[in-house]
């Protein structure tokens, strides 16, 4: 949408999604993109288009899955009913596990960046007790 070419030296994992931004609709291709859910570095579940599979629950190995579309609150597992699904679902989990890895089966992922620091880092807000305060996720202690 800026017009720039992005960076060609590194693995750009984004997607352009000018279509949804701009009202447009947005291609199949992009409805159908897995998208993998990580709990710190625990692969969690993975979405593919209506599908959703969880693989850990709470720490916890699972295998359920939601039709997202027929049950947006995720309440009822369709897994038993799907089994060609669920099985298609684990492969792509396999993959982002073999890429970008999976703490809780000791994968470490061919992918994998370092997590990015930041020299002398410094708070961009400081806590006013006197002042309204919503706690912004990076200031909790257990996400950094």
């Known amino acids: 949408m800026a017009g720039a070419e992005p960076p060609q030296d590194r693995t750009i994992d984004g997607l352009d999604v000018s279509a ?6 947005p291609d199949d291709a992009l409805m159908e993109r897995a998208f993998c859910y990580y709990h710190r570095e625990a692969v969690e ?19 359920l899955l939601f039709d997202l579309v027929a049950d947006p609150g995720e309440h009822v597992d369709v897994a038993l009913a799907h089994p060609e699904v669920v099985a298609r679902l684990e492969e792509v989990v396999e993959s982002f596990q073999a890429d970008l890895g999976d703490s809780s089966r000791g994968i470490q992922g061919s992918g994998r960046r370092p997590v990015g620091r930041v020299p002398d880092p410094r708070p961009l807000t400081s806590f ?3 002042h309204p ?3 912004a996720l990076y200031d909790m202690h ?3």
């Open 20 to 25: 949804l931004l701009g009202g447009g609709d």
């Open 45 to 63: 579940a993975v979405r593919v288009g209506r599908w959703k599979l969880h693989v850990r629950k709470d720490e916890h190995p699972c295998q």
């Open 128 to 130: 006013d007790p006197t």
């Open 133 to 135: 305060y919503i706690e």
């Open 142 to 144: 257990e996400t950094g």
